[in-house]
């Protein structure tokens, strides 16, 4: 979109699509121009709207499946080869082979780790988006810094909707109000 200014003294500024004016396969036929103040509060408000989404998304997506005894499993993995290596018929040393290689099995199985910092920043970061009070406090240019972390695009249709899409730093993205 490009921004256009109204001829008033008002100066009352508009967006419009870049491909309005072009001609071929590029043009677009939506000629509508919309306020850029209407975009922002409607953005904002599908914003505030949806933080509480935004948060249980975030809630579901913010563990990790890791393995957290490696030194023991590479320790028992060592002693297991060495065991394998006797080539032994004794049955003492063959159970101790199946006794490790269970154990090795049950530390080798993935446990869910939260990353609570980054957790708790993000949902911070939301908390604060659902305030509209905070965006109308700020000057355009941290407005426009600020939405940036939170929105992928805004899509203005030929009859004037205005559908935002979320995206997170945060790892949201096409969730649309």
């Known amino acids: ?18 491909n ?30 949806n933080a509480p989404n935004l948060i249980e998304h975030l809630e579901t997506q913010s ?3 890791q393995v957290i005894n490696t030194k023991e499993i590479e320790n028992l993995t060592n002693e297991l080869s060495v ?8 049955p003492d040393i063959i159970q101790a082979i199946a006794k490790i290689e269970v154990t090795i099995s049950t530390l080798s199985t993935p446990v869910r780790i939260v990353d609570r910092d980054a957790f708790e920043n993000a949902k911070r970061k939301i908390t604060i988006a659902s305030q ?3 965006w109308e406090s700020l000057h355009d240019s941290e407005l426009q810094s600020a ?18 899409t979320f995206k997170l730093p945060l790892t949201l993205s096409s969730m649309r109000p």
């Open 63 to 65: 563990t990790t499946m």
């Open 132 to 134: 509209a009070t905070f």
């Open 20 to 49: 309005y004016n072009k001609p071929g396969k590029y043009h677009c036929e939506n000629s509508k121009c919309t306020r850029l103040r209407e975009i922002i509060a409607k953005t904002i408000a599908a914003l505030s709207e």
């Open 147 to 164: 939405l940036a972390e939170f929105l992928e695009k805004v899509e203005v249709d030929s009859s004037g909707t205005i559908t935002p």
């Open 1 to 18: 979109m490009y921004r256009n200014f109204s001829r008033h003294k008002t100066r009352t500024e508009y967006m419009r699509c870049v």
């Open 83 to 90: 065991l394998r290596g006797l080539r032994s018929t004794n």
